[in-house]
Nanobody
Framework: QVQLVESGGGLVQAGESLRLSCAAS????????MGWFRQAPGKEREFVAA????????YVTDSVKGRFMISRDNAKNTVYLQMNMLKPEDTAVYYC?????????????????WGQGTQVTVSS
């Protein structure tokens, strides 16, 4: 049974940092891409960043480029999202997901497995 378990969310002030973790288990993820998405109240879930499990190639959406960084630790089967210089507009539930490499990386439906989400709240 595939499990993605996020952790690391919380309440911070604008300008501070958080690191989210996603522990993956239940299958081999070679050939997969791990993604981070977020969903703010009343808004659609949106792509934040992704990383190829095998190659380590990364992709970050423009709105967080230069502030957020995605990485992975293959030995721990864990993916991270380092979030710096947080802004109130970054407030959302953050989800970890796994999808096959050949699919478009920013499309929610292209991801097969999802975590339960972790809340990030940034106060001004």
């Amino acid at each position: 049974q595939v499990q993605l378990v996020e952790s690391g969310g919380g309440l911070v002030q604008a300008g501070e940092s958080l690191r989210l973790s996603c522990a993956a288990s239940g299958r081999t993820f070679s050939g997969y891409r791990m993604g981070w998405f977020r969903q703010a109240p009343g808004k659609e879930r949106e792509f934040v960043a992704a990383i190829s499990w095998s190659s380590g190639n990364t992709y970050v959406t423009d709105s967080v480029k230069g502030r957020f960084m995605i990485s992975r630790d293959n030995a721990k089967n864990t993916v991270y999202l380092q979030m710096n210089m947080l802004k109130p507009e970054d407030t959302a539930v953050y989800y970890c997901a796994a999808g096959q490499l050949l699919r478009a990386l920013q499309v929610v439906k292209n991801y097969d497995y999802w975590g339960q989400g972790t809340q990030v709240t940034v106060s001004s």
